[in-house]
């Protein structure tokens, strides 16, 4: 196991180098200026002083160059000399990942972003686990049961229903009709006692719920999946054959046989808690990752957006990884060798 | 939250009882930016959001009101000539700073900063995006700690460019005196947090999120802001901010709120809020390709290389096309409020608005299917005109936003009628306007007969503006497309009324010759003018001292702004 983990991560760097210089030419040659959205009253020859201040005169793939040493040195040895209060080098004229469009080090972003995003996407995904698995579960063990009608047109809805769609709608029932929810994240909010606690509480609870419930549709209908694969199977009929309670047989033998499939899923699911969510958090004004890589398109702020994008990848790189291993610890039968 | 709520309403009632209000009585404010503020540094973005943002904290030796006149800000008064701030020969302006002004770190500030300003602009490595500002500079001197002069390169009738309005502010020397240059976009503490005279200073700063701040405590009037501290929330789209104020009460104020105008209508209806509406500069136009853009000239397309238009080099054509045009219909569709019906690309100063073109305010089907006729361009077998096998098919481009989208679809529909066929396009507006030179869709190469967006001008001068259109400004591969003059129009008789407005000084006949340009163009068919676009922002009922203003950041005079009961 220890060797086959090793020799994924290996394998991950060139696969990593080369999504790295993929994302670098998307961003390049789509048709995208970081001076596009200024005012018109800005001239074009100040325009083209503006690009060259950015360094976009450079060929490609010095720039490309540039970034990886900005990314892979830099970065790295800014994070040590945080951490250990030392300085190597010289780090005065050390230039980090810089976004264009506030001109300050991209990484410095992220981390002040990262907290939301996984306060309010990573609730959601819990709070998405929570509903999905007992649902799931009751729908298959009792297959084509009212509660099992309801449960799939819930979840077809869920599923098909855009967030974007009942993110505003939920506003304007809670917030606009109601009054009882706001309608606007406050970032700047901070939780120190039961007051500040029930008014985070009560901002987090509409995108929280809108995102929750669009991963509860997907996840239940995972469990339901598995869970009825293995209802069927000798190994139940044996159980009950040999007289254990029937919630026994349920939720020992077959919730832990079907689990491994959703477990699988579930780990696979959480790079893009990490990337947050585009729509929700632009709807809700949540200042996450996915709104920071919104914000970062519409701008053409090419660094930011790459480092984003980047990120990420190498999250879903690992995620994958961790969850073919978890796959052969929850289950004996497969074996890396 | 609780506590600024008794605040505000403790100042609510001394105001009722006619007590004046002190700093900070009013409590807090929250502003919503439907784009939000990336920099607080105006010279390294010369975003709106990020100008009227910082226009919280630093600000400009004199701005303009919400009538579009100068006033003085951080200076005595406005130098004219006539009072001999302005020198006879037009070439050199002197300031003279107010007294006893203070940055909000408690140091003095003075003349010393203005220079500097000047320097870290000027600085050919700095990327600077307001330079044109600065154009034709020479020098700017200190003559002592509370005098500035600017000299000039050439006579300048118009000399108030460096350090009016919200995109010229001043900076604190202090600050950034290590930010010159290539270190500008370093400075990120700086450009976060500048020190500042303006009415708030910043407590917190993230970036393409939120400010937080406070009231100065060193700002010049003692009883100023209101509001001990204010929010400056941003993102998300415009209809979201427009609810936030008119229908949910949350937010005081939002932004430029161009959305759907029967949308807007009903959130009002709530009674929470009002909408404000002021117009400026801006005009809706057509930009008329007087160039050929066919594919097959390859690198010669829309270019003057490339020969003249097929069929819009024909004035009949030109006047047709804008007589087919119901503008009426299309301000109230697209921009309610925001809108109204235009003949001219130079509406506005008052001054400066001629009438000479209103012909086109009425749409005029009978006559534009007249003229073409008279012309020869005659309906063929599927109904488009045509003349010596040129069909009358036009490709219609424009940025993708709902609005300009509808007002295509409209203009669609009533070429049809005068039997022009029309293609549409859109592209994604960060394409569009971005200036990418190897992507063929940009607004300067114009790879299409007729192309649609908003232009305008800042301040109240059209100088500049009026120049776009002049022969040198004409986009081609050889100046890199970087140019203004969109239909590649290119008359002698303009450029020497550009000349003669760059030797005037008196207003008045600065404004005969900047009508004269607007006629020449509107009536020669450079451009269709459609829509006269203003600002739509909305505020909550109990905030008072809202001067909307179209001239200068919308937030100009946040120092007034108070809670009424």
Not at chain 2, 147 to 174: C, D, L, R
């Amino acid at each position: 196991m220890l060797n086959y983990t090793l020799r994924r991560l290996f394998f991950a760097v060139p696969t990593l180098l080369v999504i790295s210089f993929l994302i670098f030419l998307l961003l390049d040659l789509a048709p995208n200026d970081p001076t596009g959205n200024l005012p018109m009253t800005i001239p074009p020859e100040v325009r083209e002083k503006i690009r060259i201040s950015l360094g976009l005169d450079q060929a490609i793939h010095i720039r490309y160059i540039k970034w990886l040493e900005q990314f892979f040195v830099s970065e790295p040895l800014h994070v040590l000399e945080q951490w250990f209060n030392i300085s190597i080098g010289d780090s005065e004229s050390r230039v980090r990942v810089q976004s264009w469009a506030t001109r300050s080090p991209a990484f410095d972003l992220i981390a002040e972003r990262m907290p939301q995003t996984l306060w309010v996407v990573g609730m959601s995904y819990v709070v998405g686990i929570l509903i999905a698995l007992p649902i799931g579960v009751i729908s298959a063990y009792r297959q084509y049961s009212w509660f099992d009608q309801v449960g799939s047109f819930i979840s077809m809805v869920g599923f098909s229903v855009p967030t974007f769609f009942t993110g505003v709608l939920m506003i304007v029932v809670f917030s606009v009709k109601l009054e009882w929810l706001p309608s606007i994240y406050d970032t700047t909010l901070e939780v120190v006692d039961l007051d500040s606690f029930w008014l985070q509480f009560k901002q987090m609870i509409m995108p929280v719920m809108v995102l929750g419930l669009f991963n509860a549709a997907q996840l239940s209908r995972f469990m339901r999946a598995s869970m009825l694969d293995n209802l069927n199977q000798d190994y139940v009929r044996t159980a009950r054959a040999k007289g254990i309670r029937e919630k026994s047989v349920v939720l020992l033998h077959v919730l832990r046989n079907s689990l491994s499939p959703v477990v699988t899923v579930l780990a696979l699911g959480i790079p893009t808690v990490f990337g947050g969510a585009i729509i929700t958090e632009q709807i809700f004004r949540v200042n996450g990752l996915g709104q920071l890589l919104i914000i970062g398109i519409q701008g053409a702020d090419i660094p930011l957006v790459q480092t984003l994008t980047f990120i990420f990848a190498i999250l879903i790189v690992l995620f994958n990884l961790i969850a073919d291993v978890l796959y052969g610890v929850l289950d004996p039968r497969i074996r890396y060798e | 939250m609780r506590k600024q709520f008794i605040l505000t309403a403790a100042a609510a009632a001394l105001l009722a009882n006619g007590a004046w209000a002190a700093r900070g009585d009013d409590g807090h404010v929250n502003i919503l930016y439907w784009q939000a503020a990336s920099i607080l540094n105006p010279y390294l973005s010369g975003g709106t959001k990020d100008i009227e943002s910082s226009s919280l904290i630093i600000e400009p030796l004199g701005r303009y009101d919400e009538n579009g006149n100068l006033v003085a800000w951080l200076a005595e008064e406005i130098p004219t000539v006539a009072n001999g701030g302005v020198a006879e020969d037009l070439t050199s302006i002197t300031w003279t700073l107010k007294q006893g002004i203070k940055w909000s770190d408690g140091t003095d500030f003075t003349a010393d900063d203005v220079v500097f300003t000047a320097e870290y602009c000027m600085d050919p490595n700095g990327g600077c995006q307001q330079e044109t500002k600065f154009a034709d500079v020479d020098t700017i001197e200190a003559l002592d700690p509370h005098t500035v002069k600017i000299t000039f390169t050439v006579p300048k009738p118009f000399p108030y460019g460096p350090f009016t309005g919200g995109e010229s502010p001043i900076i604190q020397k202090a600050q950034f005196l290590d930010c010159m240059g290539p270190n500008a976009p370093t400075c990120t503490e700086a450009n976060f947090g500048p020190h500042g005279t303006g009415p708030f200073r910043v407590t917190e700063f993230r970036a393409n999120d939120v400010i937080s701040m406070e009231a100065n405590p060193n700002y010049r009037d003692p009883n100023k802001p209101a509001f001990a501290s204010l929010t400056f929330k941003g993102g998300g789209d415009a209809a979201s901010a427009a609810r936030a104020v008119l229908e949910t009460g949350e937010f005081d104020y939002a932004w430029n709120l161009q959305i759907d105008p029967s949308i807007l209508s009903s959130m009002a209806e709530a009674g929470k809020g009002t909408v404000v509406s002021a117009f400026g500069t801006g005009v809706e136009r057509m930009m008329v390709n007087l160039t050929n853009p066919a594919a097959d000239l390859g690198e010669a397309r829309s270019t003057v290389e490339g020969g003249p238009h097929p069929f819009l080099t024909d004035a009949n054509v030109r006047r047709a096309l804008s007589l087919a045009i119901d503008r009426v219909t299309l301000s109230e569709v697209g921009y309610g409020d925001a809108g109204k019906p235009t003949c001219n690309v130079l509406p506005a100063p008052a001054i400066y608005a001629s009438t000479a073109n209103d012909e086109c305010l009425v749409q005029n089907v009978d006559l534009a299917n007249q003229l073409l006729d008279e012309a020869g361009w005659m309906p063929g077998s599927d109904g488009v005109r045509e003349k010596d096998g040129v069909r009358l098919s036009i490709l219609y481009q424009t940025s993708t936003n709902a609005v300009r989208q509808d007002t295509q679809a409209l203009v669609k529909q009533w070429w049809g009628d005068i039997g022009v066929e029309t293609e549409l396009r859109n592209i994604d507006a960060a394409v569009f306007f971005g200036g990418d030179q190897s992507s063929p869709d940009t607004f300067q190469k114009f790879y299409a007969d007729i192309e649609m967006y908003t232009n305008l001008f800042n301040g109240t001068d059209p100088e500049a503006y009026m120049n776009n259109w002049t022969c040198d400004e004409i986009p081609s591969p050889a100046n890199n497309w970087l140019g203004n003059n969109m239909p590649r129009y290119c008359n002698p008789a303009y450029d020497d009324l550009s000349v003669q407005l760059s030797k005037t000084a008196a207003i008045e006949d600065r404004a005969v010759i900047a009508k004269q340009m607007n006629d020449m163009l509107m009536q020669e068919g450079a451009m269709i003018p459609l829509v006269h676009r203003g600002r739509v922002s909305a505020h909550i009922n109990t905030l008072g001292g809202i001067k909307l203003n179209t001239w200068d950041s919308e937030l100009w005079n946040a120092a007034d702004w108070h809670r009424v009961k």
